[in-house]
């Protein structure tokens, strides 16, 4: 005799529904806070792999977009 109406079905799945419930909302406020957080440890990635200006001259150099002597130049320039 159950007096509310409901099975020890229903009682088992409303538990884990809760469970999952709060698996969801932790979750959704760890990607919030990562996201929130990622806009600055994400530029910081982002400087991480931009390059220099002398990386780019030897990237250029290498290319054949400049001649040596452009290249000998604008190196020394960078290094003042």
Known sequence: MMGTGT????????GIG????WVLVIAAVIIAV?????????????????????????ERYARGEID????????KDLQH
Do not use: V
């Open 7 to 14: 099975t020890g079905f229903g009682m088992g799945f409303g």
């Open 18 to 21: 809760m469970i999952l419930i």
């Open 34 to 58: 990562k996201w929130l957080l990622g806009d600055s440890s994400g530029s910081a990635s982002n400087r991480n792999t931009e390059k220099t200006p002398l990386q780019i001259l030897e």
């Open 68 to 75: 040596r002597e452009e290249y000998e130049q604008k190196k």
